[in-house]
């Protein structure tokens, strides 16, 4: 059975912190690993990472994969109240498409 | 604009009755998918459609039912055999990069 676990499950910090939020998977046909933001409603995309070691960036947040330890890592640096939400990781698998996720991380910023 | 459109928001349905969620793209993608998403759980799949008129089973689909006549829409079908209905739903659908989501649905039991 597919399985992808992260922690913390839940994380309070305060802004200007830098994060970093762990994900682990054990999945068969690994495709690729990403994560997504949810706020409120929809899951918005922040990261597709399908190879070894390159580090993916996008403005405070940046993402690394690591295929031989089966893990991922997303950093959050000067962390800031907007980016409170659940982080989630998923394993996309297989020729379908299929994705699964973890239970999600609960990151809280206080200003 | 281009997106993926699930109604209603919020869903209330009696003990017994069969509920149907709405899920409409107009981003011309082939794959559509149903999660289930409960609190501490995680999202989990319930089915998806990789093209129209075919659809599989994904990992919790006892209880549920969709269709897929048209590629824009993926309907889902919560029916009174789902013992546990009350969630949070999210439909996606799958482009060039990653899956993409709907705002979601809240069914409640009354």
């Known amino acids: 059975e597919d399985k992808v676990v992260q922690s913390p499950l839940s994380l309070v910090v305060h802004e200007g912190d830098t994060v970093t939020l762990n994900c682990s998977y054990e999945v068969t046909n690994f495709r690729s690993l990403l994560w997504y933001k949810q706020e409120k409603k929809a899951p918005t995309f922040l990261f597709m990472l399908?190879?070894?070691?390159i580090e993916k960036k996008s403005g405070r947040l940046s993402s690394i994969l690591d295929k031989k330890e089966l893990f991922s890592i997303l950093n959050i640096t000067a962390t800031q109240t907007g980016d409170s939400a659940v982080y989630l990781c998923a394993a996309l698998t297989g020729a379908n498409s299929k994705l699964t996720f973890g239970k999600g991380i609960t990151l809280s910023v206080r200003p | 604009d281009g997106g993926i459109t699930q109604s209603p928001k919020y869903l209330f349905r009696k003990e017994g009755q069969n509920v149907t969620l709405s899920c409409e793209q107009n981003?011309?993608?082939?794959?559509m998918y149903w999660y289930r998403q409960d609190p501490g759980q995680g999202l989990r799949l319930i089915y998806y459609s990789q093209i129209v008129n075919d659809f599989q089973k994904g990992d919790i689909a006892e209880g549920y039912s969709v269709s897929r006549e048209k590629k824009e829409s993926f309907p889902l079908t919560v029916t009174s055999a789902q013992k546990n209905p009350t969630a949070f739903y999210l439909c996606?659908?799958?482009?060039?990069?990653?899956?993409?989501f709907g705002d979601g649905t809240r069914l409640s039991i009354l």
């Open positions: 981003l011309n993608h082939d794959a």
């Open positions: 996606a659908s799958e482009g060039e990069l990653a899956q993409h």
């Open positions: 399908t190879s070894s070691g």
